[in-house]
């Protein structure tokens, strides 16, 4: 199917593209979430501000935490020496998105604008803390990603607002694992698991955790986290942070003919055992 019609501009500055959007534009970046719904006409934009020349936008720097501009690639923050020591979850996530001409092309801002349940990048930001930057034609704000994924495809940005970029604290003190459940086909996870461990010796003085695809938007997971802090990751420990990962999502499961919700749900608690594992070992 092709997409309705729609006016096309690129903007060579932010101040240009929040003057161009209008009411009923999108933004463009790499566009490999937004073309696609256009084609199924889910999406059906009048205008679309192209973004993607924006040199402000892209890049990755490291000072104190992380710094990621909105249109950076997948590959570009899987192949970034600097995530991969400040966080190492979100590399790992960003390296298993779609196949590898998705990640050549799709970004990190794009991704989270659209906010599909079943992408990786979004369950790590919501375990490691990250904060999502806005711009709107009333000036700057930032969110805590916890608080940016409101419900299926749904954000907390509003008509006319462009994510700038993406902050993070440095986690290179803790240990940090995404690990999923890919569906064969898509690759898209049907269950999705992020954990950031800060280890004191043997003993796990804090844990993070958020779980996607088995829910309609990314999770943080207190109960799971609760049970892990103050445990030595022990079989005892796991099993009850299994139990309450269960519990966490209950309210925001999602499922199909294929992965019904209670099936997800159960093998939430088995990716939270091998999310740990692989961040503790």
Same mark, same amino acid.
């Given at each position: 199917?092709?997409?309705?019609?729609?006016?096309?501009?690129? +903007?060579?500055? @932010?101040?240009? +593209?929040?003057?161009?959007?209008?009411?009923?534009?999108?933004?463009?970046?790499?566009? #490999?979430?937004?073309?696609?719904?256009?084609?199924? /006409?889910?999406?059906?934009?009048?205008?679309?501000?192209?973004?993607?020349?924006?040199?402000?936008?892209?890049?990755?720097?490291?000072?104190?935490? =992380?710094?990621? $501009?909105?249109?950076?690639? #997948?590959?570009?923050? +899987?192949?970034? $020496?600097?995530?991969?020591?400040?966080?190492? &979850?979100?590399?790992?996530?960003?390296?298993?998105?779609?196949?590898?001409?998705? /990640?050549?092309?799709?970004?990190?801002?794009?991704?989270?604008?659209?906010?599909?349940?079943?992408? *990786?990048?979004?369950?790590? =930001?919501?375990?490691?803390?990250?904060? @999502?930057? @806005?711009?709107?034609?009333?000036?700057?704000?930032?969110?805590?990603?916890?608080?940016?994924?409101?419900?299926?495809?749904?954000?907390?940005?509003? *008509?006319?607002?462009?994510?700038?970029?993406?902050?993070?604290?440095?986690?290179?003190?803790?240990?940090?694992?995404?690990?999923?459940?890919? #569906?064969? &086909?898509? /690759?898209?996870?049907?269950?999705?698991?992020?954990?950031?461990?800060?280890?004191?010796?043997?003993?796990?003085?804090?844990?993070?955790?958020?779980?996607?695809?088995?829910?309609?938007?990314?999770?943080?997971?207190?109960?799971?986290?609760?049970?892990?802090?103050?445990?030595?990751?022990?079989?005892?420990?796991?099993?009850?942070?299994?139990?309450?990962?269960? +519990? *966490? @999502?209950?309210?925001?499961?999602?499922?199909?003919?294929?992965?019904?919700?209670?099936?997800?749900?159960?093998?939430?608690?088995?990716?939270?055992?091998? &999310?740990?594992?692989?961040?503790?070992?």
């Amino acid at each position: 199917m092709w997409p309705n019609k729609f006016d096309y501009q690129r +903007a060579e500055s @932010i101040d240009q +593209a929040l003057e161009l959007i209008g009411d009923e534009g999108k933004f463009l970046a790499g566009g #490999h979430s937004l073309l696609p719904v256009m084609k199924l /006409r889910l999406s059906a934009p009048e205008q679309l501000v192209d973004i993607g020349r924006i040199d402000s936008l892209r890049g990755i720097s490291a000072n104190g935490g =992380l710094s990621i $501009g909105a249109t950076t690639t #997948h590959a570009e923050i +899987a192949a970034s $020496g600097d995530v991969q020591s400040m966080c190492a &979850a979100l590399a790992s996530a960003c390296g298993q998105v779609g196949d590898q001409a998705v /990640r050549n092309f799709g970004t990190i801002g794009g991704n989270i604008a659209h906010a599909d349940p079943a992408s *990786d990048p979004p369950t790590v =930001l919501v375990a490691c803390g990250a904060t @999502i930057n @806005i711009q709107g034609a009333d000036g700057a704000r930032s969110v805590a990603a916890q608080d940016f994924f409101a419900d299926l495809f749904e954000t907390d940005l509003e *008509d006319g607002e462009l994510i700038t970029g993406i902050s993070l604290p440095n986690c290179s003190d803790c240990q940090c694992a995404y690990v999923k459940f890919p #569906h064969p &086909a898509s /690759r898209y996870a049907i269950v999705g698991v992020a954990v950031c461990l800060k280890m004191d010796g043997d003993t796990c003085a804090q844990a993070d955790v958020a779980v996607g695809g088995a829910t309609v938007k990314a999770v943080k997971c207190a109960g799971a986290e609760a049970a892990l802090a103050g445990s030595t990751l022990d079989d005892t420990a796991l099993n009850a942070a299994a139990d309450m990962v269960k +519990a *966490d @999502i209950e309210e925001w499961l999602a499922g199909d003919v294929a992965y019904p919700e209670a099936y997800r749900q159960q093998m939430a608690g088995v990716y939270l055992k091998r &999310a740990v594992k692989a961040a503790a070992g």
